[in-house]
């Protein structure tokens, strides 16, 4: 892998694609792997999918991957996106909430969850997280409609992305507004040992 010194006038393409090959599908794991491994104890619910679940998603035709191609240097990939229109593909949320929320977009399949934005980390910096963020939200703005993301606090308050995002979709036009939807906070109740206390 190339180094950041040498990443100053990346040529990179963003493909969309519906379904990845096998080939890709182990290229898009290393990535995803270093995108997003070091959340692993950094977030208290799991951020990390299996193989076997990020293979599911790599397959399923019903959510978009936004791959990110580095074609300065042999057509790697260097960053990926996962979004979909389908809420029914993305296990842990509550579609119930999306539709009573907004009936109308919900109704023209134009709430889009993203399911994940990552970069390889030798490639932050470059560009290529704002270019892949920008394909994703042009589709609202093409036709309305909510985009939805989770962030855990570490991202939300550590790496601040959730104003980072507001910032690029403020420049990209189209009156974007940023609207906070829930929060889940995980509590412990710790004890000490009966000798120690």
Known sequence: ??????????TTDITVLDVLTDAQ???????????????????AQRHLMTEQEFREVMLD?????HVGIDRDHGDRMCA???VTGELSAVPLISEPYYAHRWPQFHAQKRIFYVVFVGVHPLYRGSGIFAALVEKIWRVLLEGGGVVCVDFCTYNDQELALPRLVSRMTDSFGGGVRTIRL???????YEADPPAQR
């Open 61 to 65: 035709p019903r959510i978009e991957k």
């Open 1 to 10: 892998m190339p180094t950041l010194s040498h990443m100053t006038a990346l």
């Open 25 to 43: 599908i182990a290229e898009a794991w290393g990535l995803y792997q270093a995108a997003f491994g070091p959340l692993a104890i950094l977030a």
């Open 182 to 188: 829930d929060e889940q906070a995980f509590w412990a």
């Open 80 to 82: 990926l996106g996962a």
